[in-house]
């Protein structure tokens, strides 16, 4: 019996750029009623990163957080899973402080460092909106998206302190032998929830080969041990990789983080837009889409009552 379909919605994000796309949701209002739609397109989880609302810019402001996560859980029942990696420039800090302060039922748990850049984008983007935005692709350059060891260790006991389940985001098959050391270790406890994320400059290419050998490595390293998502970030990747991870058994993020596309050179209007989708893509296939309720239960979260906000 396959199970269900787990779909994630990456809402807004921190690499996306305003210029990018209309759509992109930036206050938290925006956020929420994104948030919400999602969900009712058959997202149970949406991943949240936050915004200043005056410029769009991302930021780990810990009010503007509080403020959105309220906002969503008194829309919908769809699970909530904060971002740790916050954007470009800040410090573990900085990036991990949303976990212990709101306790949510799952975070992003970036599982090493990599050169997380962006400055293609800039070859592609005629005209900014907002002044940031330029600098910020053009310091990706030069950007280590630092999650060494002590990182590792320092979020791995926040989160344990806050009872908020880890997603282990995997940028490349070198983050897997990262995980199997942790869990040697015995800091990460079996089983494990992963994403793998793919088509990030600086980490794995989104290619139907690379996904069956991350799929094949975390096989051999965990066995039986886990459950994983996969993005391909960009259009086509965000479908065609979507659809290959719901054939092979696993789950699927979609959402303006990861992409602004419904259709070659079409703009999503929304992120349900891209949830509806995946779920057309996903019925087609046989794969029935879990409901929040159910992905809790398949990924033994604690509950939306026991979450701090
Ligand atoms: N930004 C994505 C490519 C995180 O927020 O911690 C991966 C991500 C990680 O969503
Ligand atoms: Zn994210």
Redesign the pocket.
Known sequence: MVEKLIITA?IT???TVPAQTPYLPITPQQIAEESARARDAGAAIV?I?VRNPENGMPTSDLQIFGETLALIKAKTDAVICT????GLGMTIEQ?VAVVPTYQPEM????MGSIN?ALHPLLKRIKEFKYPWEAKYLEMSRDFVFKNTFADLEYVLKTMKDSNTRPEL?I?DVGHLYNTHYLVQEGLLELPLHM?F?MG?LGGIEATFDDLMHLKRTADRLFGDQYTWSV?G?GYPAEFHLGTLGAMMGGHV?VGL??NIRIAKGTLAKSNAELVEKMVRIARELGREVASPDEARKMLGLKGREKVKF
């Open positions: 990456a994000g921190a690499i991943h990163h971002s740790t990696g916050g990036r975070a992003s748990f970036n997380f985001e940028y994403q994320v990030v993005i970030v993020r983080e990861d």
